[in-house]
């Protein structure tokens, strides 16, 4: 969700019912409450949600991109989270109206002459429109899915009546690790490989994509940003907020956004780890230093907007359009 998607208006969307899609995996159903047609979105697609508590969360869309009718969401539980998804799990959602923004999508399908899907845990939100877009055309694809247990990994009949023999679903508890040597070696160097899932699923089939693949070829998306290196936050810098006028000091040790709520605590923020897009903010002036997940290489060398939750400055000032 960019600087420039955020000046869209949002709209409040009726939560037409939940409904538990697999063990700590709760979907949400929306729906525009004038029974109107919703924007139309496509595979890889995602929601920015305000919760009821003010709480801003990105969700994946998992459901059918040709039904204009609703948008459904996964949600998995997580007791040791930041609150949004217990939020979700335990909020009487029901028939309450949210503002969302969107759809929006850093994850497209690109066309390619094979598909290598791999997906884990909750990362089958946004493979399974994938699923079901190239079930339904020509291009050869397979799809591997893990899960800790059976029971815990959703849409598991709605993948295999979908892609029958090409879907392999993986149960850990039962079946063990996946086997991405046997799923990603081989492959034709025009093959486009997605993965989304735990960081050390990622981490695992980056390694062997850059052994046996051109560079390009993978294509993920994190639900967690991955272990992070230095930031070189150590020097101080100036902050100029262009709208208001303010020069604020951010000292060695605290992060760029905090030093803006205090002066602007309305700013839109979300994971605090650079990687959702939420407070992306519009560069004026000064060289911004990315420590972010979210913006591509040439991106941040534009150095047009910079993600202030994990950004810092490499010149003495920075101006911000805020």
């Known amino acids: 969700m960019t600087y420039e998607d955020r000046a869209r208006p949002a709209r409040k969307l009726l939560v037409r019912e939940t409904v538990r899609e697999a063990d700590g995996v ?4 929306l729906t525009d409450p004038q029974g109107a047609d919703l924007p139309a979105w ?5 929601l920015e949600v305000c919760l009821p508590s003010g709480r801003i969360r990105h969700y994946s869309l998992s459901g059918d991109p040709a039904d204009r009718t ?3 969401l996964g949600v998995l539980r997580e007791p040791d989270g930041r609150g949004g998804s217990e939020e979700i799990h335990t909020a009487p959602l029901a028939g309450r109206l949210l503002e969302v923004r969107g759809p929006l999508n850093r994850f497209p399908l690109v066309p390619a002459d094979r598909y290598v899907l791999i997906a884990g845990g909750i990362g089958i939100t946004p493979i399974l429109p994938m699923v079901r877009q190239l079930a339904a055309g020509p291009v050869p694809w397979t799809l591997l899915y893990g899960g800790r247990t059976l029971t815990s990994m ?4 709605e993948l295999a009546a979908l892609g029958g023999r090409n879907v392999s679903i993986v149960p850990q508890d039962s079946h063990g690790l996946l086997d991405l040597d046997h799923a990603l070696e081989g492959l034709p160097d025009t093959t486009a490989v997605y993965c989304c899932g735990p960081g050390g699923l990622i981490q695992a089939v980056q390694e062997r994509c850059d052994r046996l693949l051109p560079a390009g070829s993978l294509h993920v998306e994190r639900f967690t940003a991955p272990a992070a290196g230095p930031r070189g936050d150590t020097g101080a ?14 000292p060695p ?5 905090d030093v803006v709520r205090e002066a602007v605590p309305s700013v839109a923020f979300s994971c605090e780890e650079g990687m959702c897009g939420t407070c992306e903010t519009k560069v004026l002036d000064g060289v911004p230093e990315h420590h ?3 913006l591509s290489d040439s991106e941040k060398r534009s150095g047009t907007s910079m993600m202030i939750c994990v950004g810092r400055s490499r010149t003495s000032r920075l101006v911000l359009d805020l």
Not at 253 to 257: A, I, V
């Open 154 to 157: 959703a849409y598991r009949d």
């Open 237 to 250: 810098f100036e902050v100029e907020l262009r709208r208001s006028g303010q020069v604020l000091n951010v």
């Open 42 to 46: 496509g595979p890889g697609a995602h």
């Open 70 to 72: 609703t948008y459904r």
């Open 292 to 294: 972010d997940t979210f």
């Open 253 to 257: 040790g605290r992060s760029l956004l």
């Open 26 to 29: 709760l979907g949400v159903v």
